[in-house]
């Protein structure tokens, strides 16, 4: 997987071939198709086990910092080179529905750990009530995720619009 991501970060993800990946990991296409269907497969599990590594989850004490730190660092690490590769990955995932599949369970097991704590949080606070269904807990990474995908990530996505998914959108309707 360390090669995949090395080549990812070489050669772009149109570029990516199991045949490269196996030459720069010093083995053979029919080792690495023995584990991985395809490239995408391949990428997916290297993103998400070196690229996509747990962000520290804030605790500063309030729940709209908290959440606007958090979509603050999630948009950071949108970098070019990481909306490549999600491209990429999202258009062979057009036509597979495995590696669709696959996705979408990568990222539903992220996103609560993400908003877990500070929910967690925020309700012993008093701060929120805790019967919040599971699309709203998650609502802020998924409009961060959105925003990422349409203007670009990092410093692309100004504060006001992570102030305003906060504020405007999420907060109105978690508070007691």
């Known amino acids: 997987m360390r090669a995949a991501v090395d080549e990812l970060a070489e050669v772009g993800y ?5 045949e490269r990946i196996a030459i720069r990991a010093r ?4 080792a ?16 998400f086990r070196f690229a996509a590594a747990e ?6 004490g309030s729940l709209r910092t908290d959440v606007i730190t958090l979509l603050r660092r999630t948009a950071d690490r949108a970098t070019p080179a990481m909306l490549h ?9 057009g036509m597979n529905d495995d590696l669709r599949r696959k996705i979408r369970e990568r990222l539903s097991m992220m996103k609560p750990k993400q908003m877990h704590g500070i929910l967690e949080r925020a309700e012993a606070r008093g701060e929120v009530r805790g019967d919040l269904p599971e699309r ?3 609502l802020p990474l998924d409009l961060m995720r959105n925003e990422i995908l349409q203007h670009g990530g990092g410093p692309a996505v100004p504060d006001e619009t992570i102030e305003e998914i906060v504020d405007q959108v999420f907060l109105p309707l978690v508070r007691i």
């Open 85 to 93: 590769l999600v491209f990429g990955v999202l258009a062979d995932a």
């Open 27 to 30: 083995t053979s296409k029919a």
């Open 14 to 18: 149109t570029a990516v071939s199991m």
């Open 55 to 60: 962000l520290e989850v804030p605790d500063t």
């Open 32 to 47: 690495l198709y023995r584990r991985w269907t395809g490239r995408a497969d391949l990428i997916i599990d290297a993103y």
């Open 136 to 138: 709203l807990r998650t």
